[in-house]
């Protein structure tokens, strides 16, 4: 398998991978109430960087350089990997800590070169010319393109805040079960 089918298949599987590293990171948590309140807010962080930039985003039509876009070539993906950081501090173990940072270092990665492929394929110089920073008049009219929760909402960025609201729902309960979230609590 060529390099390119490699990283292809990452970047295509990063969400089925998800729900498999997400079983073993479940299983492997040990979350308090401190590594919940702490690891939730960054998390709730990365998703609000995900959310700003979905509604700055037509996928697969344009080079947007409104919004976060203005400071990130890929603002999803580093609001992802905040949510993924948040997520891992909340489950207040080390070994859930390093399979997380590797599931977003190989799929995140992949995803965004297979990402920047196909944005050059499609787009051409105009994705060049946007990652090297490279302003034209279109380009400067795009950079004060306003939010739109409408396309935040056409871009399924609910589908992400549902996993953040759910993955920390499983280790609140997971925390409560074990007996930790009202031992630690009381340290808050």
């Known amino acids: 398998m060529a390099e390119g089918h490699i990283i292809g298949w990452f970047a295509r599987a990063r969400v089925p991978l998800g729900f498999l590293f997400a079983i073993l990171v479940l299983w492997l948590a040990a979350p308090t109430g401190r590594s919940l309140v702490i690891g939730s807010v960054i998390a709730v962080i990365g998703e609000a960087l995900r959310i700003w930039a979905a509604g700055h985003l037509n996928k697969s039509r344009e080079v947007t350089v409104s919004g976060p876009y203005r400071w ?17 501090v ?17 799929t995140i990665g992949a995803a965004i070169r297979s990402e920047e492929a196909f944005l050059r394929q499609k787009f051409g110089d105009r994705y060049d010319r946007y990652r090297r ?10 950079r004060r393109r306003r939010f739109s929760l409408a396309q935040a909402i056409a871009n399924r960025e ?3 805040m549902t996993g953040v609201v759910a993955a920390v729902l499983l280790l609140l309960l997971k925390a409560a079960y074990n007996g930790m979230f009202l031992r630690a609590g009381a340290g808050l």
């Open 133 to 142: 920073g490279i302003d034209d008049d279109r380009i400067a009219v795009e």
């Open 158 to 160: 609910y589908r992400a």
């Open 72 to 88: 990130f070539a890929h603002p999803l993906y580093v609001g992802s990997a905040v949510m993924g950081v948040g997520l891992a």
């Open 90 to 106: 909340a489950s207040g173990s080390v070994m859930v800590a390093a399979l997380v940072a590797t599931y977003l270092a190989v």
